[in-house]
């Protein structure tokens, strides 16, 4: 899932609702992996105080999700090339065919998200889903299997870059903050992604691009629908100059 930092309503619903819709949504046979940028904290608390109302910062705050932040739009743009996306379908979800090739080379299909809410990312997992339904129930053990050999690898890759942070600066232990992870390369991360996979992956991918246009369709609807609905304003300000007469009714909490 790939967006950036202009897309405020998407990067906060997902750190809303990532377990309760995206995570349950998605389900066991496809994983969501949020395309953000890790950053210095003050850097990255100051954008989100800037987005989210004050009890929602306080919340998310504690809660360790607002250390991260989306890249700025020339980064996701470069992102997007890499990727070999359209910069005008963003934000979208992207799904990559399962082969040795680069991101920029593998076969895509791309849901553009241009209404953030539940209905939407429900009609959207909800269509993938169903694609899906003849691979349930029976690659449960190698689920299983790859989650455990996934968590090998990244407890591997942790203590290489605990060994480096100790090689670089045996005292790092007595300074404060301590150091921070080097930010992988999203490049690097998305080439790995794309060449590896389990073997029904292929099929998966299939049905998917099969169903594409279907669940596009089922997409549209819900999002015409809500544009048909009254005016949703988020995060807006709203500015009444001195002694202007005002033609709207306006309710402000918080």
């Known amino acids: 899932m790939l967006y950036t930092d202009a897309d405020t309503e998407l990067a906060a ?6 377990d309760d819709d995206l995570n349950a949504l998605s389900g066991p046979a496809t994983r969501v992996f949020v395309v953000e940028r890790p950053t210095d904290w003050r850097t990255a608390k100051r954008y989100w105080r800037g987005h989210l109302e ?5 919340t998310l705050s504690m809660t360790r999700w607002l250390n991260w932040r989306p890249y700025d739009r020339q980064g996701a743009y470069e ?3 890499f990727m070999g996306l359209d910069r005008a379908l963003l934000p979208c979800l992207v799904f990559f065919q399962p082969t040795g090739r680069s991101p920029a080379e593998a076969e895509k299909v791309v849901f553009r998200i241009e209404d953030v809410s539940v209905g939407s990312f429900r009609s959207l997992f909800g269509g993938i889903a169903a694609a899906l339904r003849p691979l349930r129930g029976t690659s449960v053990l190698s689920l299983q299997e790859e989650m455990y050999a996934e968590e090998v690898v990244a407890n591997e890759l942790f203590e290489e870059w605990f060994a480096e942070v100790q090689r670089q600066d045996p005292e790092w232990w007595r300074k404060k903050p301590l150091p921070a992870r080097p ?8 080439s790995i992604l794309a060449a590896t996979g389990r073997a029904a ?4 991918f299939a049905r998917v691009r099969a ?3 279907a669940i596009k369709g089922r997409l549209s609807t819900v999002q015409s629908s809500h544009a048909d609905q009254a005016h949703r304003f988020i995060n807006c300000r709203v500015v009444v100059t001195s002694g202007a007469a005002v033609s709207e009714n306006f309710i402000f909490q918080g």
């Open 13 to 18: 619903y997902v750190r809303t609702h990532f």
């Open 54 to 58: 004050p009890e929602l910062y306080r």
């Open 79 to 81: 992102i997007a090339d």
């Open 183 to 190: 930010e992988p390369s999203p490049q690097t991360a998305l």
């Open 201 to 204: 992956d292929a099929e998966a």
């Open 211 to 213: 169903a594409a246009d």
